[in-house]
Structure formats: C-alpha cells, structure tokens
C-alpha cells in the first residue's frame, strides 16, 4: 500500500515538473509523448520503463555510462521496457529518440551509487517483458529529467534556470539585491586593480588589509603566484581556455587546512590542486561542472608556504564571471572526531566490508595511537589489492594485513605522507587490513582513502591431444572437420579427414610443416570464445554420441556454481594439436595475457588435460617469465615421459580415443604431425622401462629406437625434435605449485614385443595400473616441483568429466591440498579387474572371425568398425585386440570347413585378472580352426 501511494506521488510530481518547466498552456505537434517513467532493480539489473501516449512506428532507447553507450530500437509499441547491466555505480543517461531527430523526446539521468547490482564488464542493454507490478514488487529509483520536447521548443538544464530565476522574481524576490551585489564586486575589483594593477605585485602588508584580495595576472606559474591569507576571500578569473591561476599561502600555525571554490560560472567546470614549497601534489578536487570544489585536512606547518591552483576542465573559462577561492586554518588537535568505522580498534572489533567486492572508504585516525582494522573475505582464490591513499601531509601512515590471528602477511611502509599499496595472490578466507600511524608520524586530525578489492584468479582449461574440435575453410566455406561426426562414422571410406588433416614437411628434412592439401585453413572452433571447441568433440543430437565425446563441460559448470565466469574468469584454451608445442605455446601465452587483463589479477590457474600438461611446461620452460604469472598447475593424466600410443599411432594408425575413428585415418594424420612425436616415449621412459622388446625379457635402448631399421620410424627430423624437447621437459623444473591427478585401474597398452615364433609384433599390456592410455609410470613421473599426486580409477579421456576429479582440481584451486573422497594419495594396489583378448592370425592377414557376445553376433571385419559400450577394440595392423569392459566372457563361432588342411589358423590370447599369476602375464593361448577352440601350451617368446 505504502508503495502503491509513492508511486502515485512520484507520478504526480512527474507531472508536475513537466507543468511548471513549460507552463500550461502549451499544445503539442504531435502526439507522442512521455505518460510516465518508472526505474528499479531487479536481480542485480537496473529494469527501466516509459508508457508512450502512442504506439510510434520506430524509437530508440539510448544508455550512455562512462562514455559508453549502447541502443535498442522499439518498433509499434507504446510500452518500452529493457533490462540494464551498468559497468559501476557512475550515473546512466537515459535517452528515447525519434528517427531523424535532433534532439531526443526525452532524457533523464538515473544515480546508481549505493545500489546492490552486478556490473558487467561492458554495458549491456536488452529488451524485457513488461513489469506489470513493478510499482508493488520494486523499490522506485529518482528519474531525474534533464531534456523534455516540447511544442515549438525545447527546454535544457540552461532553460530551466531561467525559468527557475524568472518564478523567483515573480514571487517577490528583489532583482535589484542581486544587482547591487554584482555592482559593489565589480566596484571593490576596480578599486583594486587602480591601486595594483600599473604598480605590478604588491607586498604582503599591503593586501592583509584589504576586505577582498583580486588576482593579478600573470599568476600562471608557482613563481607568479598571487597572495591568499586565511580566513579572507579571493577573486579571480579563469579568462581564457587553458589559462591556469596559482595562489599562495604561508602558514600561521601547526593545524590543519581546508580550501574551498565556489561560485563557479555556471556550465563552467573548474578544478581545485594543492601544493606543497616542493611542488608535491597534497590534493585535489576535481568534481563534474559547477559543482564547488574544496580540498579539506590538508597539515599545515607553522611557515612552511603552500600553494593553491584553479584551473578550467579541458575548454572551461568565462572572461566575465569570478570564481570565488578561500583557505581556512584550523588549530592543531590532540583528537579527531572518530569515524562511522568505529570502534574498530581490535581484531575482534575489525569492521567487516563487502564480501566478493571492490570496496572503497574514507576513514580516520582520530589519535596518533589510533589503529584502524577492516575484515574482508571472499571465495575464490584471488590478487587481493589494497590502497591507502590521500594521506595529508604531516601524518605518516603504515598499512598491513594480517591473517585472522594477527600474523603480518604483507605490509607497506613507506615514509611521510606517500601512499601505500599491497598487491598479494592469496586463498579464499577472510584477511584482516591494519591502518595505524608509524612511530615516527606526527598528528594531523586527517582522512585518508582505503580502497580494496579482490581480483578472482581465472582458470585456462588446455585440453590434450585431439581434444579440440577444428574447422576447415576452403572455397569459402568452414565445415566442422575434427570431428566431423558424418564423415568420421564413415571408417576407412573417410576422406575428408584424411584429405583435409594431413600435413607435410614445407622442405625435406625439415621439422616445419604445413598442411598437405592446398588452399584450407585450419583452425580451432570460436564459438563461445573457444568453449564450444573443448565442451564436447561431438555436439551430436544423440546422447550416447555427445556423452562419449564430453570432455569439459561438467567441469565448466562446476566452476561456474563456485562463482567463475566465462571469458572473464574461466577461458578455454581450444589450439591445433597436430603442431608442435613450441607453436601453439604462443597461443597459450596469449591466452594467459588475455585471461590477466579481463580479470584484472596478476595470476591465473592452468588446468591441463593429458597433452596439455606438456603444452604448459613448454609454455613455461622455454617462456619463463610467465612462470610467475601462474598461481597453480594441475595435471589430469599427463603423460610426461610420453606414451606407447604415439608409437602406435605413428606405424599402425590410432583412433585417439574415439571408438568410431578409423584408425588409418589416424595414421595418415599423425605421418607428420609435430605434436604425435613428441608424445612418443622419451629417452627416461626407455632408461625406466622401455616399451619396445627384442623378446618378452629383452628391452631395445633409445638409441637402438633411434638407429635399428626393425622399429625405427620413417621420418627422422620429428623423432629428434620430440626427443630434445623431452629432454627438457623431463629435467627442468618450473617454478609454480603443481599438482598432478593419475588414472589407473584400466589395462593400458605398453608397446610391443617380437614374437620370433610367429615373426609378429605383438602388443603387450600391464594389469590395469594405468589409465588405458598413458601408462603409470609416464603419468606418475615427478620432479621436486610437483606438491602433490594423487590417484583416481578412471579412463584416460574421461578424466576431466569425473566428479571425483572434479571435486579434487575445485578444491586446488581454492589451494585445499587435502585428498577428497574417490581418490587416493598413494600409489594404487594392483587390485582392477580386466579380460582382454590378442587376436591373430598364423598367415599375418586379418583375423575375420565371428563371436558371440551378450546375445550380439560380432564379426571382425578389415573393412568395417565395431562400436560398442561394452567392448573397446584395437587394431594393430593385422592384430586385434578386445577389451571386454563388463568381464563377460566371448564366445568364439567355429569357422567353416576350409579345403586346404594346412589354412592358416585363428591364435587367441585370453588375458584375466582372475587367472593365475603366470596366466596374468603370459595369457591363456588358443587356437581357432574347423575343430574349434583348443587351448595350447605356453610357447617361448
């Protein structure tokens, strides 16, 4: 009801003003107008509306904020309703504007200071629904009117005080006081100037008795300055633009002073500085127009000399207006009146200020011994940065904070009045400010200026090899083309990926390359500032499709309901990852700069993702200088010492991951791509465990890998490369916190050994210690500056999409170090269940066999790919293997008759964890022919 009636008044005031800007009688040209406003906030939105008197064909609503200024344009309705994001608490000026038209049919300015809102990091305007009830369910914000049009002309802030000026007379006041007072200024200026002005400046005893002291010009530099004396007005004129007038004043006593400037010409906008003997700025007034201007609790020392400037705003002047200066002593004190603060003496009694938000206060120190304590928290791990400032000369004081038992973490301590400043990267909590007086300080009562906010550390999520969707323009047109799910599903009848993703060397032997089809660009996917490219690889309309292909979107919502926000203070970090780390670090230091200057703190968080760790400590080995504008580093299943799987990829063909992929079309993509090579396993991986073997017991060396014809890959250049970088990524350190989030449990593929028996190369796996990709002991590998691993059961690709992981990278980056629920801080037991099968053939062609499974028929075909959620098949040139990921035993279908005794017969390898320890590693070994399924002896390697 109380509302109800405010909005009736707030209407009829409206009305009202609108009345007696223009008087009553006027008529309108047309029929449009304004029937009444209304402004409120609603959900951290400023929501403004107007109900037109008609429905206009077009109109524009305009907000301007800071320079900034945005539109929106109403078409046939009368009833103009938006929703407005501000970027601070300075005013919005509100516009409704007819096409074509000069001047707007309305503005109004709306004062946002003191109101709960969100601000944007740039202005934004949106169209809204109309708030029916907003007059019952908002609080009402002033409308202030500064242009109205009106019949045959319009009224300006100018016209107004005119007519404010013309009802005055109207109503009794005396034009004539006014006059007289203009005329006696004008007399005592002409008095002043006959005595002064042909003399040049006078001395000091000849001004103190005057009753008003003029300038005298030229008083545009500190050594032309005119007198001033306490207590005593003086006049003076800013004649022309940029003409600037100096003042000076001795000081009669120890105090303080307080120096004012009024009477500035109206639509003028003059600024008041004061000066030190030295020139030192000690403060200044600089508000908007007419506003009068005053610097106050400047210390004042008995006969130092001090010095006062006015100056016009950019064009501001007026030849004919004085302005009106005056400097006011005031004895020195032992106190100070206390400020609003108070107490705030101790901690326990520190004043808490706004959580999560950029606070500013103007305080005291009502006695020398005064301490002042303020308390601010907030949730995210943050560059807390605080500013004392506008401390007055005489007073010298100290800035601290401190935890909440008291414990100094940082201080600032310069001398005199020097303002301070501490800029610290510290965890969530709260944190206690101290401002006192230094023991050397002396006493001026005083105010000084605290200014305090937390700049949330943003987090880069880098994806790892294959983890960023690519487009590929050609002829004008982009196309998704990794991965594009239409041409993928194709198999070993995709040729676009084939055509389009393939690279080459730009000259022979070289360690460049380029793309291998000419005239197509290639690049990560934009949408959502490189979100939509590392969400999901597929943004298939089916489910088990997209879920597959989840990668990080769980997570980017998870920091988002801990308070992050996209493109300011998470950033996703999409690049090719064919290329070589040593490129796309470039990319990354760019992200990192930008995710620094959106944010606005001096560190970020890194959360990397298998290929991704390696793309960061390139970034920060061979850049470091970034090293210390990183806060944190997490790792979730890097493989830092490489992975058998590049290999594989490289001489077999891999589907990275993503069980449709062809593995051919891996192949041809990885032949000379940068990034697979330097995934290959690195000099230390084969000095711990080597991956490729002579035999079942005997490992090749690095430099066999290097040099034997046997295993050695084709292209020499990328080998090389892959490995020097190794050899700095695994022996340099960087200086950043990390902390590294290990799978396990899954049988992961460990490289190959020679069957002499078969004259084969043959896949071999551990027992489910690593995460399916990167074997343990690549993932696990750790210098000093890992803080801390920890151990998760999980598949390689499916890391950054566990919750448990989720919950443990969350809690990092709030810097909570303890092990949470789902994982582990030791090194896992070999406790996982598994059954594979190692699928060959006697001849070496491709094992086309059929099984049963489930109730399925599956038959293995070189031609086809099977997929399924229960199954994950590999191919390794003519050997298949399948993993069994429920345990269920396969059912092998007995082939036909074959016409020739001596065809070539079926070898199937059936690995369990259930078996006996010398079947766990050497596998149960059948054969597979017409008279079906027998099982044979152990064989030596």
Not at 269 to 296: I, M, T
Not at 313 to 341: I, N, T, V, W
Not at 600 to 617: E, F, I, N
Not at 859 to 875: F, M, N, P, Q
Request: charged content about 30%; some cysteine.
């Amino acid at each position: 009801m109380k509302t109800a009636k405010r909005l009736s008044y707030f209407l009829f005031l409206l009305v009202m003003c609108w009345t007696n800007a223009v008087g009553t009688g006027w008529a309108r040209e047309r029929e449009l107008f304004v029937e009444a406003a209304w402004a409120w906030v609603e959900k951290g939105e400023v929501r403004i509306q107007a109900q037109l008197s008609t429905s206009p064909e077009r109109i524009e609503l305009e907000i301007a904020q800071d320079g900034e200024n945005k539109s929106r344009t109403f078409r046939n309705d009368s009833r103009i309703s938006a929703a407005v994001q501000p970027t601070g608490d300075s005013p919005l000026l509100i516009s409704l504007r007819e096409p074509d038209e000069d001047e707007p049919l309305v503005s109004w300015q709306l004062d946002l200071a003191g109101r709960d809102m969100t601000y944007a990091e740039k202005l934004t305007v949106k169209k809204a629904s109309w708030g029916r009830r907003a007059e019952v369910n908002a609080e009402l914000l002033a409308l202030t009117t500064l242009f109205e049009q009106r019949q045959g002309q319009t009224t300006s802030q100018a016209d107004e005080v005119e007519a404010v000026s013309h009802n005055e007379d109207e109503s009794g006041i005396d034009e004539s006081d006014s006059n007289d007072a203009d005329q006696t200024l004008d007399e005592l200026a002409q008095e002043f100037y006959a005595d002064f002005a042909a003399s040049g400046k006078p001395e000091e005893i000849e001004l103190r008795s005057r009753e008003v002291i003029f300038e005298l010009e030229p008083n545009d530099t500190f050594g032309k300055a005119d007198w001033l004396f306490d207590g005593k007005d003086a006049r003076g004129k800013i004649g022309a633009a940029g003409d600037v007038d100096y003042w000076k004043i001795k000081g009669t006593k120890h105090g303080r002073m307080n120096v004012s400037l009024r009477e500035i010409p109206y639509g003028q906008d003059y600024q008041l500085y004061v000066f030190d003997a030295e020139q030192n700025e000690l403060g200044r007034s600089e508000r908007p127009e007419e506003s009068d201007e005053s610097v106050e609790g400047i210390g004042l020392e008995k006969d130092q000399w001090y010095y006062i400037a006015v100056k016009g705003q950019r064009e501001s002047h007026h030849k004919d207006f004085y302005y009106r200066l005056r400097a006011d002593f005031l004895a020195d004190q032992s106190d100070a009146k206390a400020d609003g603060y108070e107490p705030n003496n101790t901690l326990q009694e520190a004043h808490e200020l706004p959580a999560d938000f950029s606070a500013s206060l103007t305080g005291n120190l009502h006695a020398n011994t005064d301490v002042d304590y303020y308390r601010y928290s907030f949730s995210l791990t943050s560059t807390f940065m605080v500013d004392l400032k506008d401390i007055p000369a005489g007073m010298d004081m100290d800035l601290y904070v401190q935890d909440e038992q008291g414990k100094v973490l940082a201080k600032s301590e310069k001398p005199k009045n020097a303002n301070e400043q501490i800029i610290m990267n510290v965890n969530p909590g709260s944190y206690i400010i101290k401002v006192m007086a230094s023991k050397r300080s002396g006493f001026t009562p005083n105010s000084y200026k605290l200014n305090v906010a937390a700049k949330t550390i943003p987090v880069i999520l880098i994806p790892g090899i294959g983890g960023s969707r690519l487009v590929a323009e050609e002829n004008g047109k982009a196309s998704e083309i990794w991965l594009g799910l239409g041409d993928s599903l194709l198999g070993i009848n995709d040729p676009k990926h084939r055509r389009l993703l393939s690279l080459e060397p730009t000259r022979p032997n070289s360690v460049e390359v380029r793309p291998r089809e000419t005239g197509v660009t290639i690049y990560p996917e934009r949408d959502d500032e490189g979100f939509s490219a590392i969400e999901y690889l597929s943004y298939s309309p089916l489910d088990p499709v997209r879920n597959m292909t989840e990668q990080y979107y769980s997570m980017v919502k998870e920091l988002e309901r801990m308070g992050y926000k996209k493109h300011r203070t998470i950033f996703a970090m999409p690049y090719d990852w064919r290329y070589s780390s040593t490129k796309n670090a470039t990319e990354l230091k760019k992200k990192i700069d930008l995710a620094l200057e959106r944010s606005g703190a001096r560190q970020v968080h890194l959360v990397a993702h298998s290929m991704g760790g390696l793309l960061t400590r390139e970034t920060l080995l061979a850049n470091v200088s970034y090293q210390p504008k990183i806060n944190r580093i997490v790792y979730m299943g890097t493989p830092f010492l490489g992975s058998p799987r590049a290999y594989q990829a490289i001489k077999y063909g891999y589907n990275f991951s993503i069980p449709w992929m062809d593995e051919e079309t891996g192949k041809i993509i990885s032949e000379y791509a940068p990034a697979v090579y330097e995934l290959l396993p690195s000099k230390k991986y084969f000095e711990t465990a080597g991956f490729l073997r002579k035999n079942r017991n005997d490992t090749y060396s690095y430099t066999e890998f290097l040099q034997d014809k046997k295993i050695r890959l084709d292209y020499a250049p990328l080998v090389k490369q892959g490995g020097s970088l190794h050899e700095k990524w695994d022996k340099k350190t960087i200086n950043v916190p990390q902390y590294s989030i290990v799978g396990t449990g899954q049988t992961t593929f460990l490289g190959y050994f020679f069957d002499a028996y078969h004259n084969e190369w043959v896949p071999y796996y551990d027992q489910g210690l690593g995460d399916g990709t990167v074997p343990y002991i690549s993932a696990n590998y750790a210098q000093k500056d890992i803080k801390k691993r920890y151990y998760v059961t999980g598949e390689h690709a499916k890391l950054p999409t566990i919750p448990e992981v989720m919950k443990q990278v969350t809690q990092l980056l709030k810097g909570i170090e303890e092990t949470q629920p789902g994982l582990r801080n030791q090194v896992p037991g070999k406790s996982a269940k598994y059954l594979y099968y190692i699928i060959s053939k006697e001849d070496g062609t491709f094992p086309e066999l059929t099984f049963h499974k489930n109730g399925s028929i599956i038959t293995l075909a070189a031609d086809e790919k099977e997929v399924r959620d229960d199954l994950a098949i590999e191919y390794h040139g003519n050997i298949v293997v399948i993993h069994v990921l429920d345990q269920e035993e396969l059912e092998f279908e007995t082939p036909p008759p074959q016409q020739d005794e001596n065809s070539p017969k079926f070898i199937i390898k059936r690995f369990s964890s259930e078996d006996s320890r010398d079947d766990e590693e050497h596998g149960k070994r059948y054969r597979l022919d017409e008279h079906g399924l027998s099982q044979e002896k152990h064989s030596v390697d």
